[in-house]
């Protein structure tokens, strides 16, 4: 046990700023490398009252950490962080043409009265277009609602199959014996645009394929009836298809066209080709020079202008469309924000995904990238790589498998055609 003068001792020690017990033998210690001159006088001036056995060891405890006092160790110098490559920057997105216009508001909010809406569409369309209002008002009064173009539209088929289901709706042999039959027909004036526009004839005649089976299904919806439907009765795409009602009314006159007599789809598209009014009046062709646009009845005007609609959204002629892909087994699902072209292919490699050997590339040096789709086929899991130009497709409708079973089309057609 410590004699009372000890533990007097002690016990001011324990008041001491820089003092701290060790458990290692019950002693006292003082952090040196916090003494100063003050702080030692201090600790002495305390210990001054005590007589000199009790002061001697507490008192040359405290001597000897101020005496060795060593400069405080230098901060540990953290290691350089391990180097990370950069990721590689996306490559820009494919130009497009301007959005096209939509309704305002006063036209599609559907917490507004019918009538008024209608009177604003009236409004819209006569100033946007320069369509007398009282031609709009005639219009409309000889447009029926159908309830079975909204309900279609909510459930499309690219929305509940999947690419096992969707691809044999588009690609059984009466598709693809049917596409050669109508290539060879019109095989002059395929060639032709083809030429001229670098859009190659077999996907000119595969959107055609797809869109109304050679022509074999056109639609039999009245075009008016089935915008003013989706316009006035689908709230959630209102304003898309207000303005294609609008542009209707517009290419009526321009065109010099009865718009109750055309005829399309429930979501009112025209033609071989399947043209949005909106459409048909910004990027439709005059295909053999007549002076007429006729995407209704006119192969030459159809042909080209789903190669000037393919141009405007960025073809690339010559280029690749798609590729088969490996992914390796590590690799993580390829989550993207949209099927932009915007990954380069070593950015894509890193990530687990190639092109299969055999298949497609862009051309050496090209400034090109891709972007992974995944499609539910037959077998499991199918991985492709979309590149610029699958990106052009699916702007014709906006559904990776629609572009998937175009470009599938046209290379059934193409080979069937004598082609490799």
Known sequence: MLGTATSRTLASLKRHPHASFSARGGAFEIDASRCSGDAFLESRA????????????????????????????????????????PPAPLLPPVPQPPERPVAPA????????????????VDYTASAYGVPAQSVRDGLARAQFLQRTVDIIARPAEAVRPWSAYRP????????????????????????????????????????????????????????????????GYPKRAPFFAGELAQLFALGQDEH????????????????????????????????GDG????????????????????????????????RATRDPSAADFVADSID????????????????AGEPVPAAGAAEGATVITLDGDAGKEYWLGYRNFYVITRYNHSPMYAMAVHQLAQAIRAGSGGA
């Open 46 to 85: 305390t210990l001054a009252p005590m007589n000199r056995r009790a002061m001697l060891f507490p008192l040359t405890l405290a001597l000897a950490a101020c005496a060795t006092q060593s400069p405080p160790p230098a901060p540990a110098t953290a290691a350089p962080p391990a180097t990370v490559a």
């Open 106 to 121: 006063s036209v599609t909010d559907p917490m507004l009265p019918q009538a008024q809406r209608i009177d604003a569409f």
């Open 169 to 232: 709706i588009f690609l059984d042999d009466a598709r693809i014996t049917g596409g050669v039959a109508f290539y060879a027909q019109n095989r002059a004036d395929l060639d032709r645009i083809a030429a001229s526009t670098g859009v190659p004839a077999e996907y000119i005649v595969a959107i055609i394929g797809v869109e109304t089976n050679y022509g074999k299904n056109t639609g039999s919806y009245r075009v008016l009836d089935a915008l003013y439907s989706l316009a006035f």
């Open 257 to 288: 066209i009865d718009v109750a007599s055309l005829t399309g789809s429930y979501a009112g598209a025209m033609g071989l080709g399947q043209f949005m009014p909106s459409s048909y009046r910004l990027w439709g062709k005059d295909g053999d």
């Open 292 to 323: 007429k646009r006729d995407l209704i009845s006119d192969k030459d005007d159809v042909f080209a202008s789903i190669a000037n609609y393919f141009v405007v959204h960025g073809w690339q002629r010559g280029g690749a469309v798609v590729a």
């Open 341 to 356: 072209p915007v990954y380069p292919l070593p950015l894509l490699a890193q990530r687990g995904y190639r092109p299969q």
